[in-house]
């Protein structure tokens, strides 16, 4: 069996990580709106003309909350493949994961304020 080449695999995992993003985009409805959000919120970034730290900052923020929502959605989904039936310590681990979640979003709505409020006002 021939070994596949550095070039070949980063290919692959590319294609496999695009497969997954995909796959979050459809099967999960949290993600859907905070895809929505972050569509929005680079809309109004064009609208408000933004400066560069404020787009950085903004972008961080939108790339952040969607990528730890895809990983409380990997969370839940093993941890209701290991154990199906309801458990006390699964609870736990689930409700920790979608405790980042909010962590992440309180503070990206934080950063959308201080942004958008002064041009706003």
């Known amino acids: 069996m021939s070994k ?23 099967s999960e409805a949290s993600i859907k709106i905070q895809v929505c959000l972050g569509l929005i919120m680079t809309a109004a970034g064009f ?17 952040l909350v969607l990528g730890t929502e895809g990983m409380n959605t990997a969370v839940e989904k093993l941890c209701d493949f290991v154990q199906p039936e ?8 689930k409700d920790i994961s979608a405790g980042a979640v909010m962590l992440v979003s309180i503070v990206a709505s934080i950063i959308g ?9």
Request: charge should be positive; hydrophobic fraction near 55%; include cysteine.
């Open 86 to 93: 309801f458990d006390e310590k699964i609870g736990f681990i």
């Open 47 to 63: 609208y408000f003309d933004i400066s560069t730290t404020e787009w950085i900052m903004q972008l961080f923020a939108i790339a």
């Open 4 to 26: 596949e080449s550095f070039l070949v695999n980063r290919i692959k995992s590319v294609g496999f990580a695009i497969r997954g993003a995909i796959l979050l985009i459809r």
């Open 113 to 121: 304020c201080i942004t958008y409020i002064p041009k706003i006002f």
